[in-house]
């Protein structure tokens, strides 16, 4: 059974940096894609980043592009968010998904498995 596990959400101030962590287990990932959503109180959950575990290509939302990163660690079995210059408008809950699938994709509803998700506000 695969299982997500995310960490590193908190409270930060605006222009502070955060890494996220997605601790995955359950099974090989090479073929599977990871991606990062978010959810804000009163939203819908929006897509974040995406790539998949053996590399390639990694999709941004326009709203984070140039300011978060998506990695991993192989040998953790591990994949990372890293956010920088973080803005008030990033404070929501980010969950970390995964989809045996070639292909990253955006779609939220392409994923089977998701994290239990982390918190992070940022204050003004």
């Known amino acids: 059974q695969v299982q997500l596990v995310e960490s590193g959400g908190g409270l930060v101030q605006v222009g502070g940096p955060l890494r996220l962590s997605c601790a995955a287990s359950?099974?090989?990932?090479?073929?599977?894609?990871m991606g990062w959503f978010r959810q804000a109180p009163g939203k819908e959950r929006e897509f974040v980043a995406a790539?998949?575990?053996?590399?390639?290509?990694?999709l941004y939302a326009d709203s984070v592009k140039g300011r978060f990163a998506m990695s991993r660690d192989n040998a953790k079995n591990t994949v990372y968010l890293q956010m920088n210059n973080l803005r008030p408008e990033d404070t929501a809950v980010y969950y970390c998904?995964?989809?045996?699938?070639?292909?990253?994709?955006?779609?939220?509803?392409?994923?089977?498995?998701w994290g239990q998700g982390t918190q992070v506000t940022v204050s003004s």
């Open positions: 998904a995964a989809v045996k699938k070639y292909m990253p994709t955006m779609k939220s509803a392409e994923y089977d498995y």
């Open positions: 359950g099974r090989t990932f090479n073929d599977y894609c």
């Open positions: 790539n998949r575990w053996s590399g390639g290509t990694t």
